[in-house]
Protein backbone atom coordinates (compact mmCIF):
# COMPACT_ATOMS: atom_id res chain seq x y z
CA UNK A 1 0.00 0.00 0.00
CA UNK A 2 1.15 3.38 -0.66
CA UNK A 3 2.39 5.49 2.17
CA UNK A 4 0.78 9.13 0.02
CA UNK A 5 -1.44 10.44 3.01
CA UNK A 6 -2.68 13.82 1.88
CA UNK A 7 -5.59 15.58 3.36
CA UNK A 8 -8.35 16.26 0.87
CA UNK A 9 -8.57 20.22 1.02
CA UNK A 10 -4.48 20.04 0.22
CA UNK A 11 -5.48 18.29 -2.80
CA UNK A 12 -8.38 20.87 -3.45
CA UNK A 13 -6.26 23.38 -3.29
CA UNK A 14 -3.24 22.35 -5.65
CA UNK A 15 -6.05 20.95 -8.00
CA UNK A 16 -5.75 23.52 -11.50
CA UNK A 17 -8.77 25.44 -12.25
CA UNK A 18 -9.47 23.98 -15.37
CA UNK A 19 -10.16 20.52 -14.05
CA UNK A 20 -14.01 19.13 -14.77
CA UNK A 21 -13.33 15.86 -12.81
CA UNK A 22 -11.96 16.48 -9.40
CA UNK A 23 -12.29 12.91 -8.32
CA UNK A 24 -10.51 11.69 -11.46
CA UNK A 25 -7.68 13.96 -10.77
CA UNK A 26 -7.10 12.96 -7.23
CA UNK A 27 -6.73 9.21 -8.04
CA UNK A 28 -4.95 9.54 -10.75
CA UNK A 29 -2.55 11.86 -9.32
CA UNK A 30 -1.92 9.37 -6.13
CA UNK A 31 -1.10 6.69 -8.77
CA UNK A 32 1.09 8.72 -10.66
CA UNK A 33 2.74 9.91 -7.25
CA UNK A 34 2.90 6.38 -6.33
CA UNK A 35 4.47 4.97 -9.50
CA UNK A 36 7.56 6.98 -9.42
CA UNK A 37 10.99 6.57 -10.53
CA UNK A 38 13.39 4.65 -9.09
CA UNK A 39 16.67 5.48 -9.37
CA UNK A 40 17.68 2.31 -11.50
CA UNK A 41 15.53 3.47 -14.74
CA UNK A 42 12.73 0.93 -13.34
CA UNK A 43 9.22 2.25 -11.09
CA UNK A 44 9.73 1.68 -7.55
CA UNK A 45 6.42 -0.36 -7.16
CA UNK A 46 6.78 -3.86 -6.89
CA UNK A 47 3.91 -4.33 -8.63
CA UNK A 48 5.49 -2.92 -11.53
CA UNK A 49 8.96 -5.14 -11.24
CA UNK A 50 11.00 -5.25 -14.33
CA UNK A 51 9.18 -2.43 -16.12
CA UNK A 52 11.05 0.28 -17.40
CA UNK A 53 10.59 3.42 -16.19
CA UNK A 54 7.49 5.30 -16.57
CA UNK A 55 5.42 2.14 -15.89
CA UNK A 56 2.20 1.15 -17.38
CA UNK A 57 0.61 2.72 -14.74
CA UNK A 58 2.05 6.06 -14.44
CA UNK A 59 1.52 6.30 -18.42
CA UNK A 60 -2.40 5.76 -17.34
CA UNK A 61 -2.05 8.18 -14.53
CA UNK A 62 -1.05 10.31 -17.33
CA UNK A 63 -3.60 10.32 -19.88
CA UNK A 64 -6.67 10.19 -16.42
CA UNK A 65 -4.78 13.56 -15.53
CA UNK A 66 -5.68 14.76 -19.33
CA UNK A 67 -8.95 13.63 -19.16
CA UNK A 68 -9.72 15.15 -16.15
CA UNK A 69 -8.75 18.72 -17.27
CA UNK A 70 -11.11 18.48 -20.47
CA UNK A 71 -11.81 21.65 -21.25
CA UNK A 72 -12.56 21.59 -24.63
CA UNK A 73 -15.78 21.18 -26.49
CA UNK A 74 -14.68 18.05 -27.97
CA UNK A 75 -13.06 16.02 -25.14
CA UNK A 76 -16.06 16.88 -22.84
CA UNK A 77 -18.63 14.44 -23.21
CA UNK A 78 -22.30 15.55 -23.44
CA UNK A 79 -25.75 13.88 -23.13
CA UNK A 80 -28.54 14.61 -25.18
CA UNK A 81 -31.10 16.84 -24.38
CA UNK A 82 -33.81 14.42 -26.32
CA UNK A 83 -34.32 11.28 -27.86
CA UNK A 84 -35.18 11.80 -31.54
CA UNK A 85 -36.98 8.38 -31.23
CA UNK A 86 -38.84 8.84 -27.98
CA UNK A 87 -40.20 12.55 -29.31
CA UNK A 88 -40.89 10.46 -32.84
CA UNK A 89 -43.36 7.88 -31.21
CA UNK A 90 -44.99 9.85 -28.93
CA UNK A 91 -46.31 12.18 -32.04
CA UNK A 92 -47.79 9.27 -33.92
Known amino acids: MSEVHTHPSSLDSDRPAEVTDPLL ?24 ADQPWPCAAWNSAQRALQAARATTPATIQRRPTSTPSIQASAAA
Not at 25 to 48: F, K, M, S
Open 25 to 48: WNLALAVADTHEPDGDGGCRILLC
